[in-house]
Each structure stands twice: as C-alpha cells, then as structure tokens.
T-cell receptor, first 115, second 109 residues
Framework: KAGVTQTPRYLIKTRGQQVTLSCSPI?????VSWYQQTPGQGLQFLFE???????NKGNFPGRFSGRQFSNSRSEMNVSTLELGDSALYLC??????????????FGPGTRLTVL | EDQVTQSPEALRLQEGESSSLNCSYT??????LFWYRQDPGKGPEFLFT???AGEEKEKERLKATLTKKESFLHITAPKPEDSATYLC??????????FGQGTRLTINP
C-alpha cells in the first residue's frame, strides 16, 4: 500500500497570506490527524477528522482550520499567516476500527516558511 | 492534562554500545503508548505500540517495554544507521497523540 502523501512538500509564504496544505491518507484509512512540529514546541496536535467530521481539536487559534472529503483526503488551511507559523506540518492517518486504539502513520510533512 | 517526558534529550554512543531511552508519562487511563523514529526533515516512522504494563515488543536491535509510569526503548549493539530522534507519545481522546520532546540519538562509527 502507498503511504500517506502530502502536498506540497515545501512552501514559502509572506505574513498575512493564507495557505492550504493537502493530505492523502493510506488507502482504507478513514481518520486523518494534523500536527505542527517546531524546534521549540515539538509535535503538537492540531485536529482530527473522521468521516468528514472534526472529532478533536488542539489549542490553536481559529486561523487554523481543516476539512475532510468523502474520499478521506484532507486539507488544512492557515489564514493570515504569522512568522511563528513557520513549521513542519504533518498529517497522519489511521484505520480507526470502532473501539480500537489505532496506530497513526505519518506522511513526509509540508515545510512551511513564513517570511 | 496528560504529559510525556523523555530523557535524555540527547545521547551519543559508540557503535555497539547498548543503552536505553526513557519515556515517563502521566495519563488518566492509558489507551496506548507509541514509539516513533524521526530522521531530519522527514515524518515520524512508526516503531511500536504498547497497551499494558508488562508488555514488551522487539524489532531488530530495538526493544520497547512498558510499566505503569514509564516506557523504555532499549537499543542493543546500535549501528550508525540507528541515529535519529526517537519520539514517545500517548493517545488522548479521539486519536490525539501527546508527544514527548524526543531523544536525539547519535551513533558514532
């Protein structure tokens, strides 16, 4: 099976702009989670989607949003970019069988640089 | 609030020198503890999932163990290709992983 794919891999934006990142989960996986990784804060949870519904959200401002499509692909959007949004954005997918704690498999990430 | 603390922050070993990485956690009702390996500029690569105290899992030179308060990742006779950052995480709620800060492991030839 192909792994989790993320596009684009690298992105450079300026302050105030907005950005959309895309994630395609492993085939058959219905849960998609997003994480932000920075040297200072490490890996932090942004949100998780399952069957097009957001089930869990981390402590990030409303500028960070996401959605999931019927084919389980997911996008996240960051509006009004700030310098502190520069990070590696990681997507992870899991099969999420009911009642089980499933392993999350990560994609390669999108490196966002805000100038 | 669930917390995960990893130690040491960095560890430098000679090839063949065995050691252990520590992951201490405080969580109300552990549902799973995960170990990942991350190479620079790449996404975390899954290694192990542990569910209950006393559980052990092995893969090549790595062995993960779990107690009620901590997990250890033992690395036996490491090779330079084992150099990476090792991340520990617990699951909270619906698929939210809470990560430690990681241990940066360097194996010198």
């Amino acid at each position: 099976k192909a792994g989790v794919t993320q596009t684009p891999r690298y992105l450079i934006k300026t302050r105030g702009q907005q950005v959309t990142l895309s994630c395609s989960p492993i085939s058959g996986h219905r849960s998609v989670s997003w994480y932000q990784q920075t040297p200072g804060q490490g890996l932090q949870f942004l949100f998780e989607y399952f069957s097009e519904t957001q089930r869990n959200k981390g402590n990030f401002p409303g500028r960070f949003s996401g959605r999931q499509f019927s084919n389980s692909r997911s996008e996240m959007n960051v509006s009004t970019l700030e310098l502190g949004d520069s990070a590696l954005y990681l997507c992870a997918s899991s099969s999420q069988q009911a009642g089980l704690t499933d392993t999350q498999y990560f994609g390669p990430g999108t490196r966002l640089t805000v100038l | 609030e669930d917390q995960v603390t990893q130690s040491p922050e960095a560890l430098r070993l000679q090839e063949g020198e065995s050691s252990s990485l520590n992951c201490s956690y405080t969580v109300s009702g552990l549902r799973g503890l995960f170990w990942y390996r991350q190479d620079p500029g790449k996404g975390p690569e899954f290694l192990f999932t542990l569910y209950s105290a006393g559980e052990e899992k092995e893969k090549e030179r790595l062995k993960a163990t779990l107690t009620k308060k901590e997990s250890f990742l033992h690395i036996t006779a490491p090779k330079p290709e084992d150099s990476a950052t090792y991340l520990c995480a617990v699951i909270q709620g619906a698929q939210k992983l809470v990560f430690g800060q990681g241990t940066r492991l360097t194996i010198n030839p």
